[in-house]
């Protein structure tokens, strides 16, 4: 049996967006497969009175009476609100009552709330979130997708090793080949981190690094170099490119309606803008937290909940947190041997 | 008569598309406009003659021996290379012999021998490129478009006032709205470079700040706050972001060709896709330097040159370096009053 505990007080569209994608997900998973909506149970249970068809058996409420809002501090809003519906539900991950956690809240919020109440890894110095960008081939993960600012070049290394347990251990791609996001393929571009992060990462041990990568890179899915699986970089480049593609699919939507508005009528054209859309990837999994904890966009839809309750099964399924912890104890161990 | 300095050894297929480009361009300027190539002049002579049609009268050769190649680090190549194709195209324009310049070579190389050769203007800490971004509406300019990857707060400050100079004199738009690249509105979001920059650009006179900005209104033309005209923003990220965007086009007209090949085949949707298509926007001044010059793709087509043309001849007719040199001194004037 797995469960996942999900935050119906996070997105913008709570708790509507959070309960029609859980009866989405339920009706796609087997059987066995639970959610608990965490959050304010009379406007929950009002929501799901509107859905007299559910299997309430599948699907329980755990109440929570707090709610981190999106522009709160995070920090100080986790230690102040210890029954916000983000702690309360890592706290059913913690206790062994669910296996995961999936919310739409305040990112930092989730961020901090999983790193104090469930833990870091031994050896993991930060948890990141990885988040799947669309490109030509099979998506690649940016490691930091915008959860932490200002990083050091050690961090950076300890991101790649993360994106790596979760592209080869969870994705199921063998080797994956990892970036590290600048202004040029040369070593001697970049700012001072990246410099630093650079010859970390050309040394470092397990690791397959093809070296700095363009912006150019991440879309195309590969670099000159071949194949591109891990994109490196801090939160705050992460998050400006992540927001910046999701407008460009918006940008060229607007333009074509423009100019050729029938063409948005043909199935194959928006094919191409489904392949652009993001909550076709459902949730970004933090990685270095000892458990699983899936962070959505804020805006998200019943189906990018769908979809990251796919994220958050399909990471519990091939023991992501098992595996981080075992990889950073390899390096623990290689370090002090 | 305005006489532009053209780099023919700088982009990756020098001199021939730097040659037909500027045949493209003398056909579209008055006759009183003339180019001169820079460069090889063996190379440069043997190119002309594969174009016997060409009004010699209008187009110039200065021979210079040396050329800066594209993975040199710029500032020693400078130095080492005072007969460069960029050093000697520069001292044209210090010397009076031309009134701006332009290159698709090394852009470091550019900007360093631009600082040099020409000098900044009094109260510019350094000089900035500037890069115009297509959106929905009108196209915003983003400083610092990838030349200086290390900045400081008050860099970018500088940055925000030659953004809005060249946006209000050159492209005419009245009160340019300046934007910081950051991610979030949220005055306490961003690293610590964003955050000291907001503080800054908050109370800084005669400047049309409207606040945070995040990567989605870049493409927008505008955020919740309003029109964009002016991003702003370290080199660093906007390379990246820079790259990030060249390659979205190209990604979406791949998966048009898989899935819809036909369409690609229509004029309208051929027009969207020009619409992206940076080469129609020419090259990026510049900003900062007392001088004109203008840098270019290292992979510009003969289209882009004849657009970089343009914005050189355009910036030298509304003399955006004299009215950069103007307000520096006149914030000059207000700082010590």
Chains 1, 2 share one sequence.
Request: aromatic residues 4%; charged residues 25%.
């Amino acid at each position: 049996m797995i469960r996942i505990a999900l935050d119906a007080m996070g997105g913008d569209h709570a708790p509507q967006a959070e309960i029609e994608g859980s009866i989405l997900a339920l009706t796609t998973l087997p059987a066995t497969f639970r959610i608990v909506l965490v959050g304010k149970a009379d406007v929950i249970e009002a929501e799901l009175a509107r859905h007299p068809e559910i299997d309430r058996s599948r699907l329980g409420v755990c109440h929570a009476p707090d709610v981190i809002a999106m522009d709160e501090k995070p920090l100080s809003a986790v230690r102040k609100k210890p029954q916000s519906s983000i702690s309360i539900g890592l706290g059913l991950v913690k206790a062994g009552e669910a296996e995961a956690f999936v919310s739409a809240g305040n990112t930092g919020a989730v961020l901090a709330a999983s790193t104090i109440l469930l833990g870091l890894h031994d050896g993991v110095e930060r948890a990141t979130v990885g988040t799947l960008f669309p490109t030509s081939d099979v998506p690649c993960l940016v490691v930091d997708g915008g959860a932490n600012v200002d990083c050091t070049s050690r961090e950076l290394l300890g991101f790649a090793y993360l994106g790596t347990v979760y592209t080869r251990d969870v994705l199921g791609r063998p080797s994956p080949k990892v970036g590290l996001l600048n202004i040029g393929e040369e070593e001697e571009k970049g700012n001072a981190t990246a410099k630093e992060a650079h010859q970390l990462l050309k040394t470092a041990p397990n690791l397959n690094y093809i070296g700095n990568i363009e912006g150019r890179d991440i879309i195309a899915g590969h670099s000159k170099l071949g194949q591109l699986d891990v994109v490196v970089c801090d939160g705050f480049v992460g998050n400006i490119v992540l927001k910046f593609y999701e407008s460009v699919a918006r940008l060229i939507l607007s333009l074509v309606r423009k100019k050729a508005p029938d063409v948005l009528e043909r199935k194959d054209i928006r094919e191409v803008f489904r392949h652009l859309d993001y909550s076709e990837y459902g949730g970004a999994p933090l990685l270095g937290v000892k458990g699983v904890s899936i962070i959505c966009h804020g805006s998200s839809s019943p189906n990018a909940f769908k979809n990251a309750v796919r994220v958050a099964t399909t990471a519990v399924e091939h023991d992501l947190s098992g595996r981080i912890g075992a990889e950073f104890a390899r390096r623990e161990a290689a370090n002090t041997a």
